[in-house]
């Protein structure tokens, strides 16, 4: 799947305003790549971080990570073995003076914090853009979605057939390539066309996998989506 041919498409501004990459071969997975149009935006610096939890234990881990009886589908649990141990859930000391709250994605080191205040943040593992597709600046949160539709372009119908059946939207669900839970980023009341989205494949976390967007296990997206409110300021720092 990794190798298959890809093809990329931008569509309209839909619930998945995004690029994708679906295989030529192989039809239709939950492997698709995110991204949005290369914005113009200014880095932002801030400093690192240690370590105050302690992190999970992989017992621990197994528990956090476990099947999620959600409202609409099932979660299934993540396979932890697949998952770097650093990139657990954890809370660091992390010195800011950003609100509590704000969202900080560090894709240098595969990281997504929440700030807590008092110097500490809720620090998720992540995926990130590959190369070509970093970006970073600010921008806030828009608008939020559980379960979101995804529709292909025309032009991704044109060149592949089969996924002219979700023409009017794929509906949500474990297979929908935007997962669970999904933060849109805005800036001036603009769709980024960059999202925070929810995955299901564990062995993508601490990868350049992406076009552009971040993606959390499905788990910690929750967690996030949670306690993350309408305009709230995202960071995204150089890569």
Request: glycine share 10%; with cysteine.
């Amino acid at each position: 799947m990794r190798n298959a041919e890809m093809i990329h498409e931008r569509h309209p501004m839909t619930d998945a305003g995004e690029m994708w990459a679906v295989p030529r071969r192989g039809g239709l997975n939950r492997r698709f790549f995110l991204t949005g149009a290369v914005a113009s935006l200014g880095a932002v610096g801030l400093s690192g971080c240690e370590t105050v939890d302690g992190g999970m234990t992989r017992a621990e881990a197994e528990k956090h990570y476990g099947a999620v009886a959600d409202k609409k589908f099932p979660i299934a649990a993540v396979d932890v073995n697949q998952v770097d141990p650093k990139y657990y859930k954890r809370v660091v000391q992390y010195e800011s003076k950003e609100a509590p709250g704000t969202i900080i994605v560090d894709p240098s080191n595969y990281y997504v914090y929440r700030i807590e205040g008092d110097n500490k943040a809720t620090r998720y593992g992540a995926n990130v853009g590959r190369q070509g597709f970093l970006w970073s600046g600010e921008a806030y949160v828009g608008r939020k979605a559980e379960w979101p539709t995804w529709t292909p372009p025309p032009e991704m119908i044109k060149r592949q057939p089969e996924v002219a059946k979700y023409a009017r939207g794929m509906p949500g669900g474990p297979e929908n390539p935007l997962g669970a839970r999904t933060l849109y980023l805005y800036q001036k009341g603009v769709y980024t066309l960059y999202t925070i989205y929810s995955t299901s494949e564990p062995d993508t976390i601490g990868t350049n996998l992406t076009s552009g967007c971040t993606g959390l296990l499905t788990q910690d997206m929750i967690d996030l989506y949670d306690r993350t409110a309408i305009n709230t300021k995202v960071i995204v720092l150089p890569a």
